[in-house]
């Protein structure tokens, strides 16, 4: 009988701990470090929604689908930064690894109806949704000791209300009755990526990985051309753990200024993830000679600072509330200069233009300009404000475009100019210099009580008093890192294997180039990739799969 293999994986975000189940459910001893003194990663403030095309749930929900259309989708967004045989490693382990964790742990996926994929028109893209998974509501109280070990989510003040449960996350948006709030308080349970990643916490407790916190991974032991140990600083010291493989689920490396300037393609000055996230993976598969990829990218998301005592981070993300009616965004010549409403992750790029004459970033700084018939209708959304209530005071606003220009120090006569334009837009039907509206990503993220026309995004600015919030370049979490092959192995230089090192998640090279495939576009790589570092590791690939079983 062969030798059982110890996996040891670093990180406990929704890579980290999916890495952990595949690796003990193909016959490993498994042992899990996790830096921070709780466990769940930037996973567990997210909305825990993962994209996996072509899943079991998908014609249940009565969405055609498939693995050539799946690749078709990734490849035609690709720009020369996609390679094809890790997008097909992505797309074939994609499904197997949500039945695997269905059928094997408490993890259980939903689809979201309609919420259609980020760039939907491209060729093999979907409309009508289906390859969006949300995970629902977990009772914390099933994790026992581990249920105040999770990190909470600075960005979802009601740790109860998944996606699902929002306009986002319906066709027809139904608020959550009191009634089953109640229940979940009753029942202690958790939403969104708390939801995720308590069912994947539980899935390892189940199987006797008791994750150790406090405990960061700084430096790998090679012998022999492989790696057969990790050195980790505890609270009482640094000690050397042995193994037969590491799976490095460290995170990005967004928190580290220096590895930002090194690496990103432009400005990324707000990240929004977990601080712990400071590259230690990326520095520890460096040191042993990895090479890297895709190393320019990051899951970008426009975000603006607020006051910590509305968010403890002092940031927010700038996601839906951008593709309402009535508000559009305008650089310092008072000019819009990209598509509002389109998806998070693209509108980074606008970010990065740069005026070659003045030698310096076109687009930033930037603001989100809106007015009042915006605040009846939706609030302020950037702190949860209800319809209606005005603005908090850090908020500017003026009575007029050119009093509000002038506070925000950019030309009120262009300004003025660029609002008269969008208004005439606004009421002929159609954005023609950007086509904001026309996708059906802008429609589905707009106002929902407007789908499936441009009305979604679409709205003038017309009623005073006006407001402006500034808008930074941020991140949920950097995507370049050591390159793997398809089974997550990390490969040297030469484009050899590195024997016993693995990567999964925001800490690799991501599959994705510079793309977003649709809601739940981060965590699903990083769990397949996770999966796929497990199982290899223990000694039983997944990949590469015969004809029959890519099409089964
Ligand atoms: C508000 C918000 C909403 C989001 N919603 C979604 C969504 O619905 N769907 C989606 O796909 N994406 C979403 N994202 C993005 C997503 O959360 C991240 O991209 C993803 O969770 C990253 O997963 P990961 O496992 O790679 O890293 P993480 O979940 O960040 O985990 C990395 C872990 O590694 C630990 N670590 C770091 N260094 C070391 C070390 N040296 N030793 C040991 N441990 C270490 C860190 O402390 C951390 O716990 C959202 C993000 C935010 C902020």
Known sequence: MPR??????????GSGLTAAIAAHDAGANVQLFEKADLVGGTTAWSGGMVWIPNNHLEAAAGVADSRDEAITYLMSMSHGLIEQHMAEAFVDAGPLM????????????????????????FPGGKTGGGRSLDTPPFSFEALGDWEHRVTPSPYYPDPRLSIYDTPLGQALPTPVPEEELARRSRNRERASGQALIGRLLRGCLDRGIEPQTNARATELIVRSGRVHAVVIEFADGTRQIDCDAVILATGGFEWDESLKRAFLRGPMTHPVSIETNTGDGLKMAMRVGAMLGNMREAWWMPVAEVPREEVSTGVNLIAGIRSLPRCIMVNRSGKRFTNESANYNAIGAAFHDQDVSAFDYANLPCWMIFDQGYVERYGFPVTSGAPGVPPPQWVARAPTLAALADRLGIDG?????????????????????????????????????????????????DEAPFFAVELKSGALGTKGGPKTDINAN?????????????????????PMGMTYGGAGGTIAPGMVFGFLAGRHAAGKPVLPLDAAEQNA
Not at 4 to 13: D, E, F, I, N, Y
Not at 100 to 108: A, G, K, N, S, Y
Not at 435 to 455: K, L, S, T, V, Y
Not at 490 to 506: F, Q, R, S, T, W
Request: net charge negative; charged share 20%; glycine share 12%.
């Open 98 to 121: 949500v039945r695997h964790l269905c059928d094997h742990t408490p993890v259980e996926f939903r689809t979201i109806a309609d919420f259609p994929d980020y760039h939907a028109e």
């Open 4 to 13: 059982k293999r110890t996996v040891t994986v670093l990180g406990t975000g």
């Open 490 to 510: 990390v490969l040297n230089v030469d484009g050899e294997p590195i024997v016993g090192l693995y990567a999964a998640g925001n800490v690799m090279a991501s």
């Open 413 to 461: 006569a262009a300004l003025d100019a660029t609002v008269a334009r969008w208004n005439a837009q606004v009421a002929a039907g159609r954005d023609t210099d950007f086509r904001r509206g026309e996708a059906a990503h802008d429609q589905w993220w707009g106002d929902a009580m407007q789908r499936g026309g441009p009305g979604a995004a679409l709205g003038p600015l």
